[in-house]
């Protein structure tokens, strides 16, 4: 397979849409390892010149495919594969002996997305924003509203932190037993001297366990501060050690360690509070009554055809997990279309609802961060999401409808009545 190939069968846009656009690059770090044709289709329907492309591919991936993701990067400046390969164990599995459920580990997620954090802040590759992603992420908000709700969250990192289930529960507790998680024991700063200073209480320093989901949007200071500052090596060794779920610890932990201090990152207070955390860039439904698809793996919906209005169209997330050509190739080829139409069609940012991002908790909590130069005042904090009264967008979605189903009425009432032969 060479460029020509990839070219012939895909449309890549040459240049910037905006200047918006241009002068607000984003990346993304995907974890890739099957389904070869699906990414190029994904990268095609959604790639800008300005963003940063990083593929990290499981070291368990056929040769065939590794071989593509390499052709497909040698076609596109902006798409990196970096060279180290980790072995990452998504298909693993334990058995809870309280509820005898599948959890899937994880193992190894945490150094594959760092392989692709170390070469995209490599200082000639801009950008504001980077995405982690899994294979069979897709996206559902253009370049354009992506860049907006960006500048609406204004430097704070998007990420969730749910901790409701028991099993979410056992997992840091289980963390806590088994190892010591204070500076100087995981070593956490390169500077060796500040894994050894004290905190006010003359107490040494602690990460602060935090569980949520791979898919997380990250300021670009606070990943240059992951990369530059920090010695993450004991520990993801620690987080790898325990059975299952190490992936979903990982960047929730770093950013919620209040003591740790990093840039644009957040509190653990709302996980004292035991008040979880929403963030808008992935959506993924458990199997509930929104699964229209009706197509159920590993406790997960395989969204499909059936769902792209209900869960994909007036979505407030920026990527839904997870779809899969092997259940509905047509499904990604429908909402891929309607994503070109989105993007050279009927662009704009109507569909958004400002208010939303502007008052996430992630949003003020680092908007505090910046006006009390990093003394926010915890017990004033708010962690609960915004109550949204008014969606503009939804009220235009529904209003299309509406008048579609008028005019439909009235083109039955015009034709039974004057062309009774017509139907």
Same mark, same amino acid.
């Given at each position: 397979?060479?460029?020509e ?6 449309y890549?846009?040459?240049f ?6 241009r ?43 590794y071989?593509?993701?390499?052709? *497909? ?5 902006? @798409?990196?594969?970096?060279?180290? !390969?980790?072995? &990452? $164990?998504s298909?693993?599995? /334990? ?25 995209l ?12 992603l ?30 409701r289930?028991y ?12 190892f ?26 602690? *990460? ?5 989901? @791979?898919?997380?949007?990250?300021? !670009?200071?606070? &990943? $240059?501060f992951?990369?530059? /500052? ?18 979903e ?170 062309f009774?032969?017509f139907?």
């Amino acid at each position: 397979m060479d460029c020509e190939d990839i070219y012939s069968r895909n449309y890549f846009l040459k240049f910037p849409l905006s200047e918006a656009e241009r002068q607000f690059p984003i990346a993304y770090a995907k974890i890739v390892y099957k389904d070869y044709r699906f990414l190029e289709a994904e990268l095609a329907t959604n790639y800008h010149p300005q963003n940063w492309y990083c593929f990290a591919v499981d070291s368990k991936a056929d040769d065939i495919f590794y071989k593509n993701i390499l052709s *497909l990067a040698r076609c596109f400046p902006n @798409v990196i594969v970096p060279q180290e !390969r980790f072995s &990452v $164990d998504s298909a693993g599995q /334990k058995i809870s002996k309280i509820f005898k459920k599948i959890f899937f580990q994880g193992h190894g997620m945490g150094k594959a997305h760092l392989s692709c954090f170390k070469e995209l802040i490599k200082e000639r590759r801009k950008w504001e924003y980077l995405v982690t992603l899994q294979n069979h992420d897709i996206q559902i908000k253009t370049n354009e509203e992506m860049v907006q709700i960006f500048k609406w969250l204004d430097g704070a990192c998007d990420f969730g932190l749910d901790f409701r289930y028991y099993g979410q529960r056992e997992r840091i507790q289980g963390l806590r037993r088994k190892f010591h998680w204070m500076f100087d024991c995981v070593h956490i700063f390169k500077n060796d001297s500040l894994n050894k200073q004290l905190d006010k209480n003359g107490k040494q320093p602690k *990460l602060q366990l935090a569980k949520g989901y @791979v898919q997380t949007s990250l300021a !670009r200071p606070f &990943v $240059d501060f992951l990369i530059n /500052k920090l010695n993450l090596k004991r520990m993801l060794f620690q987080l790898d050690s325990w059975d299952y779920g190490a992936d979903e610890l990982f960047i929730q932990t770093l950013i919620t360690s209040d003591q740790l201090k990093a840039p644009n990152a957040f509190t653990h207070k709302c996980i004292d509070d035991k008040i979880d955390v929403p963030y808008v860039t992935r959506f993924s439904d458990s199997g509930t009554s929104k699964c229209y698809s009706g197509i159920i793996r590993h406790y997960n919906c395989i969204f499909g055809i059936e769902d792209l209005v209900p869960n994909f169209y007036n979505s407030k997330y920026l990527f839904v997990n997870k779809m899969m050509p092997e259940y509905d190739f047509g499904a990604i080829l429908c909402w891929h279309e309607e994503m070109r139409r989105r993007t050279l069609i009927n662009k704009g940012l109507h569909r958004l609802n400002a208010s939303l991002y502007q008052n996430w908790p992630q949003t003020r909590f680092h908007k505090e961060w910046v006006r009390t130069n990093g003394n926010v005042d915890l017990d004033n904090f708010s962690c609960h999401s915004p109550k949204i009264l008014f969606n503009s967008s939804k009220l235009l979605f529904n209003l299309n409808y509406l008048i579609i189903y008028l005019f439909v009425l009235f083109f039955y009432f015009i034709t039974t009545n004057f062309f009774p032969n017509f139907l």
